[in-house]
């Protein structure tokens, strides 16, 4: 069976840039720990996944579209601009490019949508063929998870996936209430907020209810949790749009651009050949 790999880079560099025990530099003083840090992980990823195909995404500068419409949507994230380039993750990305070239693995630094619209894309438009598997902690891309596409959550020795099965037993609901279930509860990380006092448990309850927010406020006035939800439902649709995917009419790489066969990608071999080390 065909396996189609779908890392999300920068999510990858800023656990691995943050994540390390220590900074780290080479002989020139230059910090290389999110370079070690991501070949190594990548190296460890394909080798718990199997993927016949890669393909690596990352965000790239400019406008969100989701701040047009919501202009707090991520501004809780740490502001770059003004810190020097080097203790930035984006200083090491460089040599992490020249690493993919060497692994011969396909990655675009994306110009315009954020890299889970794009991953949501190739895993709509490819999850009839093969099987699809989605690196990331972003928990966005659970709404996506489905017979044949997981989750792979990289921590070292503590690495898992997320199915069908992982969802149900950690918040009780099917990958296809999680876009609702999140509009709900909200979303710390990209700072979007929750309608007030709907926890999880409550979350789930009204999703397993109702089929989609328009069920619900044609139910209202037979909704146990009215009260909470009367004068939500505006927040609700815009909490709905921010956190649903993109799905687009275009991508960079062709299915058959993703193939990869390469097996010989040592760590310490690969940042001796970009010259990190």
């Excluded at 989701?66 to 380039?85: A, C, G, Q, T």
């Excluded at 993750?89 to 040599?95: D, H, I, T």
């Excluded at 649903?244 to 040592?266: A, G, Y």
Aim: net charge negative.
């Amino acid at each position: 069976m065909e396996r189609l790999l779908l890392v999300d880079g920068s999510n990858l560099l800023f656990q691995m840039f943050y994540g390390m025990p220590s900074r780290i530099t080479n002989k020139e003083g230059k910090p290389i720990q999110g370079i070690l840090g991501f070949v190594g992980a990548l190296r460890k990823i394909i080798t718990a996944t199997h993927p016949t195909h890669i393909c690596v995404l990352f965000d790239g500068e400019h406008e969100n579209p989701r701040s047009i419409l919501y202009e707090e949507y991520k501004s809780n994230r740490i502001d770059y601009s003004s810190m020097p380039l080097e203790d930035t993750p984006f200083s090491q990305l460089p040599e992490i490019y020249k690493a993919l070239d060497c692994l011969k693995i396909s990655y675009k630094e994306l110009t315009d949508y954020e890299t889970d619209d794009y991953i949501a894309t190739y895993t709509k438009l490819y999850q009839s063929q093969m099987e699809i598997v989605i690196s990331s902690w972003d928990s966005d891309y659970f709404s996506l998870i489905g017979d044949k596409v997981k989750i792979y959550r990289y921590r070292g020795k503590n690495s898992y996936f997320c199915d069908i099965q992982y969802l149900n037993d950690k918040l009780h609901i099917t990958p296809n209430k999680y876009i609702f279930y999140k509009s709900l509860v909200g979303d710390s990380a990209d700072n979007i907020k929750g309608v007030h006092k709907v926890g999880p448990v409550t979350a789930t309850k009204i999703v397993n209810s109702y089929s989609s927010i328009e069920e619900l406020y044609n139910h209202i006035d037979s909704c146990r949790y009215q009260n909470l939800l009367k004068d939500a439902k505006e927040q609700l649709l815009l909490n709905e749009k921010l956190i649903s995917f993109h799905i687009l009419n275009s991508l960079p790489f062709s299915v058959e651009d993703l193939k990869w066969n390469t097996r010989d990608f040592e760590t310490n071999t690969i940042l001796k050949k970009i010259g990190a080390f």
